[in-house]
Nanobody, 114 residues
Framework: QVQLVESGGGLVQAGGSLRLSCAASGIIFSISTMGWYRQAPGKQRELVATITRGVGTNYADTAKGRFTISRDNAKNTVYLQMNSLKPEDTAVYYC????????WGRGTQVTVSS
């Protein structure tokens, strides 16, 4: 059974930083494409960043230059370092794993105060 468990969310002031973690189990992590998505109240879930097994990365325009996605295959964990946070980054952040099928974590809340 695939499990993706996010952590690291919280309340931060604008301009601050957070690092999200997603611990994966039940999948062949090293060859999975991992990603972070977010969903703000009243909005659709949107891509933040993805990282392939070859550590190729892709970022939403809103994340470029501020967020960094990385992975540690030895720990089956993917990270999202978020710097220069803005109130509009407030959302529930979800971890995603793709290898054939697709799996989601339950999310972690990020709240950025102005």
């Amino acid at each position: 059974q695939v499990q993706l468990v996010e952590s690291g969310g919280g309340l931060v002031q604008a301009g601050g930083s957070l690092r999200l973690s997603c611990a994966a189990s039940g999948i062949i992590f090293s060859i999975s494409t991992m990603g972070w998505y977010r969903q703000a109240p009243g909005k659709q879930r949107e891509l933040v960043a993805t990282i392939t097994r070859g550590v190729g990365t892709n970022y939403a325009d809103t994340a470029k230059g501020r967020f960094t996605i990385s992975r540690d295959n030895a720990k089956n964990t993917v990270y999202l370092q978020m710097n220069s946070l803005k109130p509009e980054d407030t959302a529930v952040y979800y971890c995603n794993a793709r290898l054939g099928g697709e799996n989601w974590g339950r999310g972690t809340q990020v709240t950025v105060s102005s």
